[in-house]
């Protein structure tokens, strides 16, 4: 993948233009291994059990040809960033639920769940780059350097939910759950000497580590009449975070209690739900040393940040029409924050650009996720399907540059929009148009950015061909068009891909 920008900061008469020409090859192989039982032992009693393992590796080859130029002072700086990658993913997962109704007493109803998941992330970065610097003073950065990144993780949950009828339309609703978590994130980074990456730069290496206990407990009253549920209540979260810094004698305490209220209104299959919570900054934002894997843009830590508050709405709706098999969804969520967790970001005269997470108020964001599918059968073995679906999402987040406050807006109205229609000719043959359309706008009050916009589309078609009996013939031809992309050689593409699938199956269907 090539790609080629330009950036253009202007102040009055002073003009900064940065331009990249980047060139980057992906490989990724994953293995992914899993099984799932659904138990119904009796009338009352739903058993659910999965777990999964998934390995996956992903290997990246960059290169950045980089330059920076100021109308009145003339070129900046320019140079080569070269990185290669690999990253390594070890998951497993584990979830049991059980849910029991009473015979006795209608309305009653116990549930369990537990789960458990294991990560171990590791990241490995080789870094050669040449960077001659022209302002405020000329200066050559050379860096040759491995960035080691190892993240283990462990995270396990259980809970209980109870629902208790007090009357024929009045319940009882409690609920209890517990959350643990130990995350570790070494990082070693490693100056070339020879042929070999072995010294280890102490100012740009750490070891975090992160103990935490969550422990919620909720309550409240269900109000029902007829298809309506109206469910006011409390929960109280007590959350206890220990982190460890290798830069730091004492350990960062994380330590909160809270009483937030939460509400639930239910009417047939539309669910509305109103929460509020303290989120507590995550830990990439805390660890210390520098990320200078890019000589360009520097990123830092801060162990100062405050939890934030959060107050959410989200809307939930998911019908199903079996007599013309029409499915309707839909989802949205609506959020304001205070203390979110913003980037302060400075940028000397050489264009050098730091980045420092920072805590600030007024962050909002609404969201909503729309779909429309039908599958329509003939009498002749024939099927037409088709669906319709659109995301949108609009954000809205304060913005620091240079130590001046501005407000950042990214609308993405109409941001993507999908449709497909199907047809099926008695499941021997298959052809599936489909059509996609992204849109993405961004806008700051700071005069020093211009307003950035760009969309993407693509047209595709898909034929399945199954009338060899096992085998099954797959191709599928797609365009995308992409004007994020400052060279118009690079906005359009053309992606065919073909398969031959067998299958041992004695079902008369493969699928």
Known sequence: MESNTTTRISNGDTIITNR??????????THTIGAGINLKPDTVTTINATANYILAT???????????ENNL?????????GINGKTGNNILRQNFSITRLSK?????????????????????????????YRQPRQYDSLINQLRQERVPTWFAYAGLNYREPLSKKLFLRAGARY???????????????GAVYNTRNNELSSDFSRNSNRYFLSTGLELKLKDLAITPGVRYQYQHFDNKLSFMANPVVQRLNNILPQLEITYRKLTVNYNRDIVLPDYTYMIPVRNNTNPYLVNLGNTDLLPAVMDRISVNLNTFNPKNNLNVWSWGEAWIAENDVVQSITMDASGLQTIKPINANGSKRVAANFGLNQDIKYK??????????TWTEYRENPFYFNNQESRQQRACLLSNIWSSIGFNWD??????????????????????????SSFDQTIGIETVMRYIKHVIFDSELRYLNNNAFANPEYRRMFMWNAGVNFTFSKMKEPY
Not at 179 to 193: H, R, V
């Open 20 to 29: 990249s020409l980047y060139d980057a090859k992906v490989k990724g192989l």
């Open 427 to 452: 499941d021997k043959l298959e052809v599936i148009p489909a059509y996609s359309f992204s849109y993405m706008n961004v806008k700051n009050t700071n005069p020093l950015f211009t307003t950035q």
């Open 73 to 81: 002072l003339g070129l900046l700086n320019e140079g080569v960033v």
């Open 58 to 68: 992903e290997r990246t080859n960059s290169i950045n040809n980089q330059s920076g």
């Open 179 to 193: 959350e643990y978590e130990n995350l570790k994130n070494d990082i070693a980074t490693l100056d070339k000497q």
């Open 380 to 389: 002749n073995s024939f099927t037409l399907s088709w669906n319709w679906g």
């Open 104 to 132: 006795k007493k209608a309305g009653r109803r116990i549930s369990l769940a537990q789960g458990l998941t294991w990560n171990s992330r590791s990241v490995d970065n080789y870094t050669d780059a040449e960077i001659n």
